[in-house]
Nanobody, 123 residues
Framework: QVQLHESGGGLVQPGGSLRLSCAAAGLSISTYDVGWFRQAPGKEREFVAASSWGGGNIINGDVVKGRFTTSRDNAKNTVYLQMNSLKPEDTAVYFC????????????????RGQGTQVTVSS
């Protein structure tokens, strides 16, 4: 059974940092492209970042360019999202998703997704 489990969310002040983890079970991250998405209450789901299975092709969403970056440790079967210079508008549930068709921008086109982790940016 494939599972993706996000962790690392929480409450952080504006300007702070968090690192989210996406741990995979039942599949090998080294053969999957992984995307990060977020959804805030009352808003549409938004693409955050994605990386190809080899880590060589990384795409960052416009709203997070220069602040967020994704990386992976295939040996640990885990993908990370480092979030810096957080803003209140970054508050959302963040989730990861995996597929093999390339690091796409649309969540429903991924085969597997996690339950998400809440990130709240507030003073």
């Amino acid at each position: 059974q494939v599972q993706l489990h996000e962790s690392g969310g929480g409450l952080v002040q504006p300007g702070g940092s968090l690192r989210l983890s996406c741990a995979a079970a039942g599949l090998s991250i080294s053969t999957y492209d992984v995307g990060w998405f977020r959804q805030a209450p009352g808003k549409e789901r938004e693409f955050v970042a994605a990386s190809s299975w080899g880590g060589g092709n990384i795409i960052n969403g416009d709203v997070v360019k220069g602040r967020f970056t994704t990386s992976r440790d295939n040996a640990k079967n885990t993908v990370y999202l480092q979030m810096n210079s957080l803003k209140p508008e970054d508050t959302a549930v963040y989730f990861c998703a995996a597929r093999r068709q390339g690091p796409g921008l649309i969540a429903v086109q991924y085969d597997y997704r996690g339950q998400g982790t809440q990130v709240t940016v507030s003073s």
